[in-house]
Protein backbone atom coordinates (compact mmCIF):
# COMPACT_ATOMS: atom_id res chain seq x y z
CA UNK A 1 0.00 0.00 0.00
CA UNK A 2 2.00 2.98 -0.82
CA UNK A 3 2.26 5.23 1.59
CA UNK A 4 0.67 8.79 1.13
CA UNK A 5 -2.42 6.92 -1.29
CA UNK A 6 -5.43 8.57 0.24
CA UNK A 7 -6.91 5.66 1.93
CA UNK A 8 -3.89 4.96 3.95
CA UNK A 9 -4.88 5.98 7.03
CA UNK A 10 -7.58 3.65 7.29
CA UNK A 11 -5.54 0.58 6.58
CA UNK A 12 -4.86 -1.16 9.56
CA UNK A 13 -2.66 -4.02 7.44
CA UNK A 14 -1.99 -5.02 4.43
CA UNK A 15 -2.83 -9.11 3.93
CA UNK A 16 -2.05 -9.64 0.17
CA UNK A 17 0.19 -7.56 -1.71
CA UNK A 18 -0.04 -6.53 -5.42
CA UNK A 19 3.16 -8.59 -6.04
CA UNK A 20 1.35 -11.65 -5.00
CA UNK A 21 -1.64 -11.18 -6.48
CA UNK A 22 0.11 -10.80 -9.90
CA UNK A 23 2.39 -13.51 -8.91
CA UNK A 24 -0.73 -16.08 -8.20
CA UNK A 25 -2.82 -14.68 -11.13
CA UNK A 26 -0.06 -15.71 -13.21
CA UNK A 27 0.07 -19.44 -11.67
CA UNK A 28 -3.54 -20.02 -11.65
CA UNK A 29 -3.54 -19.07 -15.62
CA UNK A 30 -1.27 -21.38 -15.93
CA UNK A 31 -3.31 -24.09 -14.60
CA UNK A 32 -6.29 -23.31 -16.11
CA UNK A 33 -4.88 -23.39 -19.50
CA UNK A 34 -2.84 -26.58 -18.72
CA UNK A 35 -6.53 -28.28 -17.46
CA UNK A 36 -8.30 -26.82 -20.60
CA UNK A 37 -5.37 -27.39 -23.43
CA UNK A 38 -8.36 -28.99 -25.26
CA UNK A 39 -11.08 -26.18 -25.24
CA UNK A 40 -11.39 -24.28 -28.37
CA UNK A 41 -12.24 -21.27 -26.19
CA UNK A 42 -13.31 -20.53 -22.62
CA UNK A 43 -16.27 -18.20 -21.65
CA UNK A 44 -15.16 -16.29 -18.41
CA UNK A 45 -18.19 -15.01 -16.49
CA UNK A 46 -16.93 -12.49 -13.85
CA UNK A 47 -19.27 -11.31 -11.29
CA UNK A 48 -19.24 -7.86 -11.01
CA UNK A 49 -18.70 -5.10 -9.52
CA UNK A 50 -15.89 -6.74 -6.87
CA UNK A 51 -14.53 -9.24 -9.80
CA UNK A 52 -13.33 -6.59 -12.01
CA UNK A 53 -9.57 -6.32 -11.24
CA UNK A 54 -9.39 -9.93 -10.70
CA UNK A 55 -11.15 -10.50 -13.84
CA UNK A 56 -9.00 -7.93 -16.34
CA UNK A 57 -5.35 -9.27 -14.74
CA UNK A 58 -6.56 -13.17 -15.02
CA UNK A 59 -7.72 -12.43 -18.49
CA UNK A 60 -4.39 -11.23 -19.32
CA UNK A 61 -2.73 -13.68 -17.81
CA UNK A 62 -4.60 -16.35 -19.68
CA UNK A 63 -4.13 -14.72 -22.95
CA UNK A 64 0.13 -15.81 -22.36
CA UNK A 65 -1.20 -19.32 -21.77
CA UNK A 66 -4.52 -19.72 -23.90
CA UNK A 67 -6.90 -21.04 -24.70
CA UNK A 68 -8.30 -17.78 -26.52
CA UNK A 69 -10.37 -16.05 -23.93
CA UNK A 70 -14.67 -14.33 -24.48
CA UNK A 71 -15.21 -11.98 -21.31
CA UNK A 72 -18.80 -11.78 -20.24
CA UNK A 73 -20.30 -9.95 -17.14
CA UNK A 74 -22.99 -10.50 -14.48
CA UNK A 75 -23.47 -8.00 -11.72
CA UNK A 76 -25.03 -9.15 -8.57
CA UNK A 77 -25.19 -7.89 -5.08
CA UNK A 78 -25.55 -9.39 -2.06
CA UNK A 79 -23.53 -7.04 1.03
CA UNK A 80 -24.82 -3.44 0.09
CA UNK A 81 -23.67 -0.87 2.36
CA UNK A 82 -22.80 -3.28 4.95
CA UNK A 83 -19.79 -5.90 6.01
CA UNK A 84 -22.02 -9.13 6.10
CA UNK A 85 -23.87 -10.68 3.44
CA UNK A 86 -27.24 -10.43 3.52
CA UNK A 87 -27.68 -13.95 2.18
CA UNK A 88 -30.39 -12.06 -0.74
CA UNK A 89 -28.71 -12.19 -3.86
CA UNK A 90 -29.99 -9.56 -6.35
CA UNK A 91 -29.07 -9.73 -9.74
CA UNK A 92 -27.86 -6.28 -11.20
CA UNK A 93 -27.22 -7.49 -14.47
CA UNK A 94 -28.18 -10.80 -15.87
CA UNK A 95 -25.55 -12.45 -19.13
CA UNK A 96 -25.99 -10.75 -22.44
CA UNK A 97 -25.42 -14.19 -23.98
CA UNK A 98 -26.31 -17.72 -24.12
CA UNK A 99 -24.25 -19.90 -22.55
CA UNK A 100 -25.30 -23.44 -24.15
CA UNK A 101 -22.62 -25.56 -24.87
CA UNK A 102 -19.77 -23.43 -23.45
CA UNK A 103 -16.75 -24.12 -20.86
CA UNK A 104 -17.69 -21.44 -18.29
CA UNK A 105 -15.59 -20.21 -15.94
CA UNK A 106 -17.05 -17.98 -13.14
CA UNK A 107 -14.32 -15.10 -12.21
CA UNK A 108 -14.81 -14.27 -8.37
CA UNK A 109 -12.72 -12.26 -5.74
CA UNK A 110 -13.62 -13.65 -2.88
CA UNK A 111 -15.83 -16.61 -1.45
CA UNK A 112 -16.42 -15.47 2.03
CA UNK A 113 -19.97 -17.57 3.12
CA UNK A 114 -20.32 -18.82 0.01
CA UNK A 115 -24.13 -17.46 -0.68
CA UNK A 116 -23.72 -15.65 -3.75
CA UNK A 117 -21.59 -18.50 -5.21
CA UNK A 118 -23.68 -20.79 -4.26
CA UNK A 119 -26.69 -19.06 -5.48
CA UNK A 120 -25.01 -17.91 -9.15
CA UNK A 121 -24.15 -21.51 -9.35
CA UNK A 122 -27.83 -22.88 -9.10
CA UNK A 123 -28.79 -20.23 -11.13
CA UNK A 124 -25.94 -20.95 -14.58
CA UNK A 125 -26.52 -24.94 -13.72
CA UNK A 126 -29.82 -24.44 -15.60
CA UNK A 127 -28.60 -22.86 -18.68
CA UNK A 128 -27.20 -25.73 -20.96
CA UNK A 129 -23.20 -24.86 -20.19
CA UNK A 130 -21.01 -27.80 -20.96
CA UNK A 131 -18.97 -26.95 -17.78
CA UNK A 132 -19.02 -24.69 -15.35
CA UNK A 133 -15.95 -23.88 -12.77
CA UNK A 134 -15.24 -21.29 -10.60
CA UNK A 135 -11.74 -19.51 -10.11
CA UNK A 136 -11.41 -17.08 -7.12
CA UNK A 137 -8.80 -14.85 -6.00
CA UNK A 138 -9.34 -15.27 -2.30
CA UNK A 139 -11.26 -17.65 0.18
CA UNK A 140 -12.51 -17.45 3.51
CA UNK A 141 -12.24 -21.12 4.90
CA UNK A 142 -13.30 -20.60 8.57
CA UNK A 143 -16.48 -18.48 6.61
CA UNK A 144 -17.88 -20.64 4.08
CA UNK A 145 -21.71 -21.66 5.02
CA UNK A 146 -22.52 -24.14 2.26
CA UNK A 147 -20.68 -26.73 0.34
CA UNK A 148 -19.24 -25.44 -2.68
CA UNK A 149 -17.09 -27.01 -5.45
CA UNK A 150 -14.63 -24.44 -5.61
CA UNK A 151 -11.55 -25.46 -8.38
CA UNK A 152 -9.12 -22.71 -8.36
CA UNK A 153 -8.47 -20.80 -5.13
CA UNK A 154 -6.04 -17.92 -5.37
CA UNK A 155 -5.34 -17.21 -1.28
CA UNK A 156 -7.25 -18.91 1.65
CA UNK A 157 -7.51 -15.72 4.17
CA UNK A 158 -8.75 -15.33 7.76
CA UNK A 159 -12.16 -14.01 8.22
CA UNK A 160 -11.27 -10.63 8.97
CA UNK A 161 -13.38 -7.71 6.34
CA UNK A 162 -10.97 -6.93 3.43
CA UNK A 163 -11.15 -4.47 0.52
CA UNK A 164 -9.10 -3.18 -2.27
CA UNK A 165 -8.56 -4.90 -5.78
CA UNK A 166 -11.78 -4.59 -6.44
CA UNK A 167 -13.58 -5.36 -2.47
CA UNK A 168 -15.65 -2.32 -1.29
CA UNK A 169 -17.09 -1.37 1.73
CA UNK A 170 -19.88 0.51 1.78
CA UNK A 171 -18.26 1.01 -2.06
CA UNK A 172 -15.11 2.76 -1.63
CA UNK A 173 -11.45 1.30 -1.17
CA UNK A 174 -12.10 -0.52 -4.92
CA UNK A 175 -9.58 1.31 -6.34
CA UNK A 176 -6.33 -0.04 -4.31
CA UNK A 177 -3.73 -2.26 -5.19
CA UNK A 178 -3.82 -4.51 -2.73
CA UNK A 179 -5.88 -6.42 -0.73
CA UNK A 180 -5.99 -5.16 2.98
CA UNK A 181 -8.19 -5.01 6.51
CA UNK A 182 -9.20 -1.54 7.04
CA UNK A 183 -8.91 -0.40 10.97
CA UNK A 184 -11.73 -1.16 13.45
CA UNK A 185 -12.96 2.96 13.61
CA UNK A 186 -13.88 3.32 9.84
CA UNK A 187 -16.91 1.05 10.74
CA UNK A 188 -17.35 3.22 13.36
CA UNK A 189 -17.73 6.54 11.15
O1 LIG B 1 -19.46 -15.56 -0.33
P1 LIG B 1 -20.33 -14.37 -0.03
O2 LIG B 1 -20.51 -14.17 1.45
O3 LIG B 1 -21.63 -14.42 -0.75
O4 LIG B 1 -19.53 -13.07 -0.51
C1 LIG B 1 -18.90 -12.95 -1.75
C2 LIG B 1 -19.55 -11.96 -2.66
O5 LIG B 1 -19.75 -10.72 -1.99
C3 LIG B 1 -19.15 -9.65 -2.72
O6 LIG B 1 -20.08 -9.04 -3.57
P2 LIG B 1 -21.07 -7.86 -3.10
O7 LIG B 1 -22.42 -8.41 -2.83
O8 LIG B 1 -20.43 -7.06 -2.03
O9 LIG B 1 -21.18 -6.98 -4.42
P3 LIG B 1 -19.97 -6.18 -5.14
O10 LIG B 1 -19.14 -7.23 -5.84
O11 LIG B 1 -20.64 -5.26 -6.09
O12 LIG B 1 -19.19 -5.46 -4.07
C4 LIG B 1 -18.06 -10.34 -3.50
O13 LIG B 1 -17.70 -9.60 -4.65
C5 LIG B 1 -18.64 -11.68 -3.85
O14 LIG B 1 -19.40 -11.64 -5.04
O1 LIG C 1 -14.30 -9.37 3.10
C1 LIG C 1 -15.00 -8.84 2.21
N1 LIG C 1 -14.73 -7.59 1.74
C2 LIG C 1 -15.45 -6.97 0.79
N2 LIG C 1 -16.50 -7.54 0.20
C3 LIG C 1 -16.83 -8.78 0.61
N3 LIG C 1 -17.84 -9.56 0.19
C4 LIG C 1 -17.75 -10.69 0.88
N4 LIG C 1 -16.72 -10.67 1.76
C5 LIG C 1 -16.12 -9.46 1.60
MG1 LIG D 1 -19.28 -5.49 -2.08
Known sequence: ??????YAGDIDRVIVTEEQIRAKTDELAKQ???DH?????LLL????KGALMFMADFARALGRYGPPVELEFMAVSSYGQGSSSSGVVRILKDLDRDITGRRVIVVEDIVDSGLTLSWLLK???GRGAASIEVVTL?????????PLDVRYVGFDIPTEFVVGYGLDYAERYRELSDVAVLKPAVYQR
Open 1 to 6: MAEGTW
Open 32 to 34: VAA
Open 37 to 41: ADADS
Open 45 to 48: VGVL
Open 138 to 146: LRKPDAVRV
Open 123 to 125: YLA
